[in-house]
């Protein structure tokens, strides 16, 4: 773009578009994308896809300012008659981000899911960041449910002890205010040890058997604590 005069203006030029567009763009693509950005930008690709879908279109990471970010490469015939073709690279890294998390929620929702189904006992599980104690819950019995308990929010630990005040035997509710923190659970679990809570929420009218774990799992975005709520 030319800022001046509110138009585009020529900055480079060359004989071999493809050979040069490639080692520029390999300077700056994620090293994992490389690979499937030569495959598919070359110019009998392009052709091809041009001649049977009407458009060529590859989704890949550049480096801006040393942070990866999706953009989208999309190239149209400049007209019906016209040797030529017009080729623009927009950033959608918003967009990616946004449906990269929704996949992983889908992804682990089904994960949980068939823990839940297969262990049997577990009446709720949670994933939780170690770094901001942002989570979310899967798999709640329709019996934990209708405790009200939060779904998902920010802090984990604040959110729970809220929430138990009113849902835990009074007899268990020192220990489980002195033992749920955050430095002991991070503390228990940072050397791939299991953190354990034994206490008694009323369910029901009851008092009920509730077994809290917690350990550190490795996934694809990073470490997650992962936290099970057990009845007996």
Avoid: C, W
């Avoid at 480079?12 to 495959?39: C, K, P, W, Y």
């Avoid at 682990?108 to 989570?135: N, Q, W």
């Amino acid at each position: 773009p030319d800022p001046e005069h509110d138009d585009i203006m020529a900055e480079l030029n060359g004989d071999n578009f493809f050979e040069t567009a490639t080692r520029s763009a390999l300077e700056r693509i994620h090293d994992d994308d490389q690979v499937a950005f030569v495959m598919a930008f070359n110019r009998k690709n392009i052709e091809k896809s041009l001649d049977e879908y009407g458009a060529f279109t590859h989704t890949y990471r550049l480096y801006f300012d040393d942070r990866p970010q999706y953009v989208s490469m999309k190239a149209v015939r400049a007209g019906e008659d016209s040797d030529h073709i017009i080729i623009a690279v927009s950033n959608v890294d918003a967009q990616m981000r946004q449906q990269e998390v929704l996949d992983r929620l889908k992804e682990e929702t089904a994960t949980y899911s068939r823990v839940s189904a297969l262990i049997g006992d577990f009446i709720a599980i949670y994933t939780v960041d170690p770094e901001t104690s942002s989570y979310m819950q899967y798999s709640a019995s329709s019996e934990f449910s209708s405790l009200g308990t939060p779904k998902f929010g920010m802090d984990f630990y604040a959110d729970s002890r809220k929430e138990i005040e009113d849902k835990i035997f009074p007899d268990d509710y020192d220990t489980f205010m002195e033992e749920f923190t955050r430095e002991n659970i991070l503390e228990k679990t940072s050397d791939g040890d299991v953190f354990v809570l034994n206490y008694r929420l009323i369910m029901s009218g009851y008092p009920v058997d509730i077994t809290l774990r917690a350990g550190l799992v490795k996934e694809k975005d990073g470490l997650k604590l992962i936290v099970g709520v057990v009845k007996h």
